[in-house]
């Protein structure tokens, strides 16, 4: 995971942070932390504050740094998730970093690969796994997948074996977002598929949720880490499928 995705995710998580602690947790200068508050502060990630940096409010984190968040931990739920995809499947893959583990491990044949996500695609057309069908539309701001009436009437005219979903925020009663853009693209993803799963690393867990993408229930199971609570992953209304790292 790279230094600064970790000092993004620390102000999410813990609000402000020191610059002499930062650079206790990371064994650097407080000169390389300041550089790098710099670097966070000129992208809108943080607001430096006298002695420290505290969490900027915004829609989502940007694709390079979320990609580097949790890395051990997105790899084994991808695997685990792709371990369970049968031969001669389509296949829906909602766009995320944890389902882009998901089409990196998959290897099942004779298998479609339905997506909205630019990095998804080129993960199946590169490896030529797979049969592609590609969701088009509009690109989202700062991000790699697309959206608008455009993709939810490509999805309406489809039919798939399985939904396999992402989130930010994984609660009892439901699946978050930070935006709203996708909710209905997503919601109408599921409306197609016979069978549903969602994929999301631990650290999803009982965040703050923002906009209510879906309800637990349609759900065949959700696939994390095994550093998930097992006390709170049996609370779930749907089975949770926690992935030895």
Known sequence: MSRQARIVELLVEQGFQTVTSLSDVFGVTRSTIRRDLQQLEDRDLL??????????????????????????????????????????????????????????????????????????????????????????????????????????????????????????????????????????????????ATEAFFVADSSKFGREGVFKCFDLEPFTAGITDSRLDPMRAARFPVPLIRAEI
Do not use: C
Not at 163 to 173: L, Q, R
């Open 47 to 192: 607001q430096r504050t006298h002695g420290g940096a505290i969490p900027v409010r915004q829609t989502d984190t940007p694709i390079d740094l979320k990609g580097a968040l949790h890395r051990r931990e997105k790899v084994a739920i991808g695997r685990a998730m792709a371990d369970r995809i049968l031969d001669g499947q389509t296949v829906l893959l909602d766009s995320g970093t944890t389902t882009l583990e998901v089409a990196r491990h998959l290897s099942s044949s004779r298998i479609t690969v339905v997506t909205n996500d630019l990095k998804i695609g080129m993960v199946v057309a590169e490896r030529q796994s797979a049969h592609l069908i590609f969701i088009g539309g509009e690109l989202l701001p700062n991000d790699i997948s697309m959206w608008g009436p455009t993709s939810v009437q490509q999805v309406q005219n489809l039919r798939v074996n399985v939904a396999i979903f992402g989130s930010d925020t994984v609660m009892e009663d439901g699946l978050y977002n930070t935006s709203s853009y996708e909710i209905e693209l997503k919601r109408s993803m599921l409306s197609v």
